[in-house]
């Protein structure tokens, strides 16, 4: 594994520096700015989304065949880096992330051709039926039905916590075709829009004051066989396939670094207890120090599932390492970041996070959205397998307990 870059990597890297120099306006920046949620709101996002797919970087992890760009695994890590660097607008990355690679291994021909051009372009925007009431961690136990009806199904159940579904027109579902054999037998993967009658979404308001969840509940919805990803009651494969890519597919340390230079510019700012600056006291020092190494031991991790991933292996169970560290030590960052802005953790305006608001927050811009974001970021280590989930992983699939 070599971490040195090469001349075409930093040729590369200077494109992307460009690109987003010349196309990221000082509006998306802003808007960003004031975002606490794991994305940034979808008109912003959309808007982003839309100039990467139209330069054909927005599915910038596909391979040519799928109408990617083809970048090796060092070019999507060095532009998922210059993006965070930028500020550049988190997007809803369940079409290019999640559902693309999987219609690409399992969906057929006339699935490819519709959903991966849109995909691309984001036409679409998806939201993943997964958890359900009783049925999170243990993914396995899910009710929600899809009965036989012709060449339809018929739904009715609930999905919970899902992602965006007040915006999305897509979703990827689980549902259960049958009650034969193990709980794991006899799970479909499906796909649907969500202005299909007898779809209905309620919202959950997250303790940051975002609108980021939902609860969708499913009313005798009829949605075609077609839709169907891969052989009836072999969803199961087909789910654990895309939460490879969910869990292990995100590079979590670009993102970390970014925090991590936000949080030393609010120490120079702030003062410590001896009225100092707060950069300058060692127990605050110390505490960024260590968190340093540890985003930095997490890189190299990273770093090593790419050079895994160049070799053309999936991600498998080692996927769980980087969920893990990249939740756990993000939520590490958030405390200290929290620490670091003091009494200015106090206000609670989530008015003053929505784009075009004219509520004014009453401390330095740079503490706006730290408390929310440390609320939002409570949920990290339960969203996409809980760490507890995952230790369990690790130790069967890779310790081999």
Known sequence: MELALKPEDEAFRQEVRDFISENLSEELRANTAIQASIRTDPDTAGRWARILGQKGWLAYNWPKSMGGPGWNVLQRYIFESECATAGAPAINSMGYRMIGPLIDKFGTQEQKDFYLPRIALHEDSWCQGYSEPGAGSDLAALQTKAESDGDDYIINGTKIWTTGAHYANRCFCLVRTSNEGKKQEGISFVLMDMDTPGITVQPIMMLSGDHELNQVFFDNVRIPKTNRIGEENQGWTV?????????????????????????????????????????????????????????????????????????????????????????????????????????????????????????????????????????????????AGSSEVQRTILSKQVLGL
């Open 239 to 383: 789910a654990k396939y895309l939460l490879e890519f969910e869990r292990g597919g995100i590079s979590y340390t670009p993102g970390l670094n970014a925090n991590l230079a936000s949080i030393r510019k609010i120490a120079a700012e702030e003062r410590s207890n001896d009225g100092g600056r707060l950069i300058d006291d060692s127990g605050f020092a110390g505490r960024l120090a260590k968190l340093e190494v540890e985003v930095m031991s997490a890189e190299y991790t990273e770093k090593k599932q790419m050079a895994a991933l160049a070799k053309g292996h999936n991600p498998g169970a080692k996927s769980s390492i980087t969920k893990l560290l990249g939740s756990e030590i993000g939520q590490r960052v958030a405390e200290l970041k929290m620490e670091a802005i003091s009494y200015y953790a106090l206000p609670f305006l989530p008015e003053s996070r929505i784009p075009g608001n004219n509520v004014e927050y009453p401390g330095p811009e740079y503490a706006r959205t730290v408390t929310a974001s440390y609320l939002n970021g409570r949920a990290s280590t339960i969203y």
